[in-house]
T-cell receptor
Framework: QKEVEQNSGPLSVPEGAIASLNCTYSDRGSQSFFWYRQYSGKSPELIMFIYSNGDKEDGRFTAQLNKASQYVSLLIRDSQPSDSATYLCAVIVKTDKLIFGTGTRLQVFP | DTEVTQTPKHLVMGMTNKKSLKCEQHMGHRAMYWYKQKAKKPPELMFVYSYEKLSINESVPSRFSPECPNSSLLNLHLHALQPEDSALYLC??????????????FGQGTRLTVV
């Protein structure tokens, strides 16, 4: 089992819709979870981090964490074409070991 | 200041060259990382330094040699690379706070081409 897993997509949603991205992880002891956005040829850009069970909202983005089920998700409300990118889930799986999932490619069409 | 600075931004080197990638952060973060990213793939962890000591080496070939001269700097020395080593090399730093909660930031990367 991979340490961090994501559906590679592409996930296609119409402009204005909600995009839902999911991630599962294998280490029950993980405490820190991140969502990064990466445009082609650029470095990952931190969108959200979440540490506690439940929801965390920041503008159009909501991260959701469920430690019992070992998943973390990212919701993007009112999706825009500029949100089209690869979204990387990353987890600290043990002390200082930050591991990425394979990334989900999101396409928002007008 | 949440900046991680990497230099150079682009590097072209021959297979017999020796070059170094540099990474700097002034956030007081005590863990620093090197990742390698190929096109359409996620970043792949290479090395982790924790408190200036190498704590994780993900079975990286010896032609890649990391160095952490101090808590703000991380280098990656390159020697006798192969064309398949061409990739985006990313540096990151992180800080572990209360209850194991960690924040992590990435530099803009060095685009390396080996010819």
């Amino acid at each position: 089992q991979k340490e961090v897993e994501q559906n590679s997509g592409p996930l296609s949603v119409p402009e204005g819709a909600i995009a839902s991205l999911n991630c599962t992880y294998s280490d029950r002891g993980s405490q820190s979870f991140f969502w990064y956005r990466q445009y082609s040829g650029k470095s990952p850009e931190l969108i959200m981090f979440i540490y506690s069970n439940g929801d965390k909202e920041d503008g159009r983005f909501t991260a959701q964490l469920n430690k019992a089920s070992q998943y973390v998700s990212l919701l993007i409300r009112d999706s825009q074409p500029s949100d089209s990118a690869t979204y990387l889930c990353a987890v600290i799986v043990k002390t200082d070991k930050l591991i990425f999932g394979t990334g989900t490619r999101l396409q928002v069409f007008p | 200041d949440t900046e991680v600075t990497q230099t150079p931004k682009h590097l072209v080197m021959g297979m017999t060259n020796k070059k170094s990638l540099k990474c700097e952060q002034h956030m007081g973060h005590r863990a620093m990382y090197w990742y390698k990213q190929k096109a359409k793939k996620p970043p792949e962890l290479m090395f982790v330094y924790s408190y200036e000591k190498l704590s994780i080496n993900e079975s990286v070939p010896s032609r890649f040699s990391p160095e952490c001269p101090n808590s703000s700097l991380l280098n990656l020395h390159l020697h006798a690379l192969q064309p398949e080593d061409s990739a985006l090399y990313l540096c990151a730093s992180s800080h572990r706070g209360r209850e194991g909660r960690t924040e992590a930031f990435f530099g803009q990367g060095t685009r390396l081409t080996v010819v």
